[in-house]
């Protein structure tokens, strides 16, 4: 394919009656589109001399490159004619542009392609005559696999009849062709339904690859079949009538300074509807929702669907290699549909040569992707032999890279990238585009809005060039790409700086949890002693008891308290480490977080509740006096104190689990297989703590009802702590439950990334 650069050039070309273009700008690919396509109407043509007339005036770099394309193209009309035309013919025809020692690889690669699909066999002493200088990569060039050799010895398909019939199938339109394959819109008459069919002349892997999806954003392919007149390979499969992500692309580069919208994206749709005589849908929630959205989430919610394509893909062992816009269908709803035809939808630029040889488009290509081109082409530098080289290098990571430029595309209307000169050969190209992989990207547009910055920090992410930093699947690319979905859910994962959230996760868990552990249980300590010492403990014989008595208690279970605390804690604190590393974390360190409020409670009741009974135990052993009533008052005291070092270590803990840690924690992954169970589990604790805290205060009103007047002023003023903790836990509560909520629009398998969807 041409080159895919994005900057502009100014030209003046020598007929302008030929492409009605006179001092204007246009981009470089469209600049060579138009040339394709003026050619493309001429016809088989003998006068080669004729394609000077559709180079422009401008740049020399830039003449020779839509001279070598323009040759590529001629060579494949004429290919098609039955007439072979060699190299030096153009070559003596343009020599003021191009020699035999500066002929680029591509075109040489064209030539052997072409001549492979004629039949012939090419052999390496004829081109080591002609061109010298390839010598060295001619027996990778003429080695091709037994398959792609193959396939060019059958050559392209026939041309069928549009309106005719083909075993069981009506013909109706051509929506795209390629060297080895034409697709048509055509009705399948026994089911009376419309299909895309692909027709080619040998069968390949993609029927293979493609039967084994049943994904909602793969096509999905019905069945194939082979006929022995004319004979051809038939592969019919679902149609979508809304076009092609490439369609919306072009939309959104019209837009100029307007911002895109969800209605664009429904225009382009119902356009391409229009043209194939489909009824646009009516009453459609989908429809509805991306008429309204803004254009980021709209971006978002496309992303999210292909993304969770290609993690179906990756997991059943396929990888794509060719993630474009124009590999993206779309249903009447907008809804995207990851195909591969291995055909190109762009009418004049679907030729064979280079992309034939190697596969995908170089626009879209991850580093890694085009040194393994390089690597084959013998053309690496110092600079581009770090990293991966090879073809088994090119795994998961790169479709999720050409994901990510195809969402930025469609979001700027442009690629991230761009090169800073016209490359004089494919090769060439292939080097610029892989320098420019490594260079800032361009300065996006953006509104400013939450769903923006999580869609900009997310595709960052996902095109690093090292793959090893990227984001580790498609289900992970999805899950980040939902938070821009949900903006006020984005704000848990990815907190401003100047927020709590942000100031607490900066703390030391350690610190952190202490507040809010032990600082309850001291204040409960505190208000048990005071108390017994007025209602109880009454001689100073008893109250020295009861310093002694709390003094060993004390020394003993607070620090076997704290120390189980920090245990459980210690795992927390690492896997907090290992995040802000960029490491992902376990379920266990997951469950260890959110379990930690609730452990911490367990233990300062469970020493609590054992301390109200050993008291009154001990007291009954040291005091013969010891009533039954002092033994209940003790141990009431207790439950009340134990309850408050519960409530407020769970609720505590609690909101600051679901606030800050636990999003910390899936900031890398953005995945949690079991949420919805985590979900659940919050919330019934919660419930749980909430009536705890709801009984305090009735068994502080019992100790007052029950004290006299003396310590009645202390317990009442314990009484109105008790219900402004129920008070404290009830928004606990509601913000805890809120919370998850706000979690579960992104990460629960319940709720559908999908407007209109149940």
Known sequence: MHQSTHFTVQLRLMAPDILHVNESTVTFDELVEECLLQRAKWGPDSDISRLRALIPETDESVRRFVLIELIKFDMALAAEAGQLRPIERYVDAFSDLLSSDTVPLDLLLEEIQLRKEAGEHPSRSDYARRFPQFDDMLSQLLGDGEATAAL???????????????????????????????VYLARQISMQRL????????????????????????????????????????????????????????????????????????????????????????????????????????????GIQLARALHEAHRQGVLHRDVKPANVLLSAEGVPKLADFNVSLAGAAGRAGAAAVFGGSIGYMAPEHLRAILAHTKRQTDWTASGSTGDSDVREAADLYSLAVLLWELWQGQRPFVTDSVAISWSDMVVQQLQSRMQDFQEPHRDGNASERVLEKTLRLALSP???????????????????????AAVLFDPGESTINSRVARLSLWLVACAIILLP??????????YNELEVMKTPERMEGLANVSWWVNLTFFPFGAVIVIWFAKGVMRAVQSVRGGARVTHRDLMNTLELGHRAAVISGSLWLIAGILFPVVFALMFADFS?????????????????????????????????????LLSVSMQ???????????????EMYLLIAAIIPVLGAALMVSSESSSRGFVLIALAAGVLGLLASAAAYRVVTDTWARLGEVLSSRTSSVPGEQ
């Open 628 to 664: 039954l009533s002092d033994a209940v008052h003790l141990f009431i005291s207790s439950l009340i104190c134990g309850g408050v070092a519960m409530i407020y270590p769970f609720f505590g803990m609690a909101l600051v689990a679901s606030l800050v840690y636990y999003p910390l």
């Open 195 to 302: 299909v895309a069919l692909k027709v080619s002349r040998g069968k390949g892997d993609e029927p293979k690859a493609l039967a084994q999806f049943d994904h909602p954003n793969i096509v999905r392919v019905f069945d194939q079949r082979e006929i022995p007149d004319p004979h051809v390979h038939m592969l019919y499969m679902q149609f979508h009538p809304g076009g092609t992500l490439a369609d919306v692309v072009k939309c959104v580069r019209v837009t100029g300074n307007a911002v895109p919208t969800g209605r664009m994206l429904l225009d382009c749709i119902d356009k391409n509807l229009l043209a194939t005589s489909q009824i646009v849908p009516d009453n459609s929630a989908t429809r509805d929702w991306i008429g309204k959205a803004q254009w980021p989430m709209v971006v978002a919610w496309l």
């Open 152 to 182: 060019s010895k059958l050559g392209p398909p026939p041309e069928l009849s549009l309106n005719s019939r083909l075993d069981d199938f009506y013909l109706l339109q051509k929506l795209g062709k390629g060297a080895f394959a034409h």
């Open 672 to 686: 949690d297989d079991e949420f919805d169970a985590r979900w659940r589990l919050m919330v019934h604790r919660s």
């Open 521 to 530: 249980n001291v204040a409960g300590g505190f208000f048990n002693y005071q």
């Open 466 to 488: 090292d793959p090893q930093k990227r984001l580790s699947s498609g289900a992970e690319l999805a899950g980040r790409l939902r938070l821009a979905m949900h903006p006020e």
